[in-house]
């Protein structure tokens, strides 16, 4: 079964500093993606960043980046000189292969990091 | 502006009540998704449309139903049968397969 696990319920960074937000992945398919989003207070689910399994480089979106670590199943979220405006929860997803139970690359989500950035 | 609306931002169920909540999306995209959220978790996939006149359960479709009649518009209903209904309900599109789905501002739903 496809799994994605966030061991950091929260984390704290101090503005300006880079900080990583862990995340892992269970899937036995060789094809699959990897996403972050971010979900400030008012709720909405804010597109990050993307990784695709057969990519060879790290994704990069301005300041944020995916350390993706295929043989370790991990893709850490590097967010580069925090912002105030940083502080959210953030979540780790992947999709599911095509045709996996007759899904069309639905979304598996871990349980989220909540990000507080201190001034 | 391209995006997805949803509406209302809050509603509230009385007991035995069907409320239905609306998503619409000006993106052009074929494939729509509804997720709930409750505090502290993920998001879990409810239900989601490949193509119009189309759908198929996610992990939690028990004590909902949708319909999408038309690109634009998938509306999901909250029946009686789902006993506990108080969560965040996330609306979603993307391209069939597409890489990055793409998220409304979300419905907030509290029983009376």
């Known amino acids: 079964a496809q799994k994605i696990t966030q061991t950091q319920p929260g984390m704290f960074v101090q503005e300006k500093e880079a900080v990583t937000l862990d995340c892992t992945y269970d899937?036995?398919?060789?094809?699959?993606?990897l996403f972050w989003y971010k979900q400030p207070s008012s709720g909405e689910m804010i597109f990050l960043i993307y990784?695709?399994?057969?990519?060879?480089q790290n994704a990069t979106e301005g300041r944020y980046s995916l350390n993706f670590q295929k043989a370790r199943k991990s893709a850490n979220l590097v967010i580069s000189a925090s912002q105030l405006g940083d502080s959210a929860m953030y979540f780790c997803a992947m999709r599911e292969p095509l045709n996996y139970g007759g899904s069309q690359g639905n979304l598996i989500f871990g349980k989220g990091t909540k990000l507080s950035v201190k001034p | 502006d391209g995006g997805i609306t949803q509406s209302p931002k809050y509603l509230f169920r009385k007991e035995g009540q069907n409320v239905t909540l609306s998503c619409e999306q000006n993106?052009?995209?074929?494939?729509m998704y509804w997720y709930r959220q409750d505090p502290g978790q993920g998001l879990r996939l409810i239900y989601y449309?490949?193509?119009?006149?189309?759908?198929q359960k996610g992990d939690i479709a028990e004590g909902y139903s949708v319909s999408r009649e038309k690109k634009e518009s998938f509306p999901l209903t909250v029946t009686s049968a789902q006993k506990n209904p108080t969560a965040f309900y996330l609306c979603?599109?993307?391209?069939?397969?597409?890489?990055?789905?793409?998220f409304g501002p979300g419905t907030r739903l509290l029983v009376l």
């Open positions: 993106l052009n995209h074929d494939a």
């Open positions: 979603a599109s993307s391209i069939p397969g597409g890489e990055t789905q793409y």
């Open positions: 449309s490949q193509i119009v006149n189309d759908f």
């Open positions: 899937t036995s398919d060789p094809s699959y993606g």
């Open positions: 990784q695709g399994s057969y990519d060879q």
